[in-house]
């Protein structure tokens, strides 16, 4: 599999797979269970912008992306931002809509653990998925097969940046494509 197939995969499971959760005494449970709906809504539909919404709703992509530019952070002005966050969620999207339907059926999770800002689930497969939350119930990243996804779109997109020179520009138009 590809490094972005990788990462398709990655982002994929995270947010399709728990579509069932079980009861544990976890504040984040309830919300996780919410994100699992309307991440499957978003398979069933396989609209890019309906995996957008979703994220949006359930995710610190803001974030995300910005943790993903790694030491190109500084390099993004101001001005760029909106444009950058943008394009960072339409390239999220458009992944987990290319993978709906090879992953729509992906093993629901059981909430397992909370501890902290992280709640852990075990796929019906074995497997286990971590969830990093923000103090506002927000995803901030997504652990499978010991894989944290905001670091893998991180490698991405700074080895993009990186093979161009340093040129943000390049980024954005992989980000488009």
């Known amino acids: 599999m590809s490094k972005s197939g990788f990462i398709s995969?990655?982002?994929?499971?995270?947010?399709?797979?728990?579509?069932s959760v079980?009861?544990?005494?976890?504040?984040?449970?309830?919300?996780?269970?919410?994100?699992g709906s309307a991440f499957s809504s978003a398979a069933r539909s396989g609209?890019?912008?309906?995996?957008?919404?979703?994220?949006?709703?359930?995710?610190?992509?803001?974030?995300?992306?910005?943790?993903?530019?790694?030491?190109?952070?500084?390099?993004?002005?101001?001005?760029?931002?909106?444009?950058?966050?943008s394009l960072a969620k339409g390239f999220i999207g458009r992944f987990m809509a290319d993978n709906a339907s090879s992953l729509a059926g992906s093993d629901d999770l059981t909430v397992t653990t909370c501890s902290g800002n992280t709640v852990s689930a075990k796929m019906a497969s074995g497997g286990t998925v971590i969830f990093r939350l923000s103090s506002g119930s927000r995803i901030q990243d997504v652990n499978v097969s010991g894989i944290w996804m905001a670091q893998a779109l991180r490698d991405k997109f700074t080895g993009v940046i990186r093979s161009h020179g340093g040129d943000m520009n390049a980024l954005f138009a992989y980000l488009a494509q």
């Open 9 to 19: 995969t990655l982002i994929f499971c995270g947010f399709i797979s728990w579509q």
């Open 22 to 35: 079980a009861a544990v005494a976890c504040p984040a449970a309830n919300f996780i269970q919410d994100a």
């Open 47 to 85: 609209s890019p912008s309906a995996f957008t919404s979703a994220a949006s709703r359930f995710t610190d992509l803001r974030g995300i992306a910005l943790f993903a530019l790694g030491s190109y952070r500084g390099s993004l002005s101001p001005g760029q931002e909106g444009k950058y966050i």
